[in-house]
C-alpha cells in the first residue's frame, strides 16, 4: 500500500538548513508528483512547492523562492526538502503530500509529517 | 499568491447539514475546476475529501459534496456524525505549478 515516511524531528538555529526526507513505499516513484506544505503550529496549511521526479523539475511558491530546494533520489525512492536562512517563524511541521496524478491536481497522500523547531 | 478565504468555524448537530466555502478570485477557483477539500483531525496529516470540485475518492461517504459558482467553492457536509468534527481546508490549483489553500474552518459536531 502507499506509504510516505518522512525524517524525524529536528531543532535547528536561527540562519541555519534543514533538510527533510520523503521516502515513497508501496507505487511508482516516478509516476506521481510530489508536493511539500507546512503548518505552523495552530495555524492552516501552506503550499511550498512541487517536484516532478521523473525529469526533476521543481516549482515553488514565491514566498519560498530561493530558500527552498527540493530534490529526489530515483534510487531511493526519496524526495528532500532543504529548506534554509531559518527563522522563528519557520517553526511548524513539514508534509510531503504525493499529487493524485491523472491531472487531478489535489494530494491523496501525505507522510506523517516532520516537525521542524527553529529556535536560538 | 494569497490564501484562499474559509469561515474561522462551522457547527451543527448531528444528523444536520453544514455548509463551508472558500473564495479565491479568478485565477485559482474561479479559472479551474480543480477545487480539493481535506480533513485534518488534531495531531494527523490531512486526509483528500472532494478533488476536482465534486469527486469523491473511493473511501469517502457521499455525505460529503463538493461545489462551486464562480470564485467561490464549497463543501456540505450532510447527516453530520461525530467523526466529522475537525479543521477542513480547501485548495485550488492557481496556474503555473502553483497551489494555494485557504486557512481552514474548525467544524464542531454540537
Known amino acids: 500500500q502507499v506509504q510516505l515516511v518522512q525524517s524525524g524531528a529536528e531543532v535547528k538555529k536561527p540562519g541555519a538548513s534543514v533538510k527533510v526526507s520523503c521516502k515513497a513505499v508501496g507505487y511508482t516513484f516516478t509516476s506521481y508528483n510530489m508536493h511539500w506544505v507546512r503548518q505552523a503550529p495552530g495555524q492552516g496549511l501552506e503550499w511550498m512547492g512541487i517536484i516532478f521526479p521523473s525529469g526533476g523539475g521543481t516549482y515553488y511558491a514565491q514566498k519560498f523562492q530561493g530558500r527552498v530546494t527540493v530534490t529526489r533520489d530515483t534510487s531511493a525512492s526519496t524526495v528532500y526538502m532543504e529548506l534554509s536562512s531559518l527563522r522563528s517563524e519557520d517553526t511548524a511541521v513539514y508534509y510531503c503530500?504525493?499529487?493524485?496524478?491523472?491531472?487531478?491536481?489535489?494530494?491523496?497522500?501525505w507522510g506523517q509529517g516532520t516537525p521542524v523547531a527553529v529556535s536560538s | 499568491q494569497s490564501a484562499l478565504t474559509q469561515p474561522p468555524s462551522a457547527s451543527g448537530s448531528p444528523g444536520q447539514s453544514v455548509t463551508i466555502s472558500c473564495t479565491g478570485t479568478n485565477s485559482d477557483v474561479g479559472g479551474y475546476n480543480y477545487v480539493s477539500w481535506y480533513q485534518q483531525h488534531p495531531g494527523k496529516a490531512p486526509k483528500l475529501l472532494i478533488y476536482e470540485v465534486s469527486k469523491r475518492p473511493s473511501g469517502v461517504p457521499d455525505r460529503f459534496y463538493g461545489s462551486k459558482s464562480g470564485n467561490t467553492a464549497s463543501l456540505t457536509v450532510s447527516g453530520l456524525q461525530a467523526e466529522d468534527e475537525g479543521d477542513i481546508y480547501c485548495s485550488s490549483y492557481a496556474g503555473r505549478n502553483n497551489w494555494v489553500f485557504g486557512g481552514g474552518t474548525k467544524l464542531t459536531v454540537l
Open positions: 503530500a504525493r499529487d493524485s496524478g491523472s491531472g487531478r491536481y489535489s494530494f491523496n497522500y
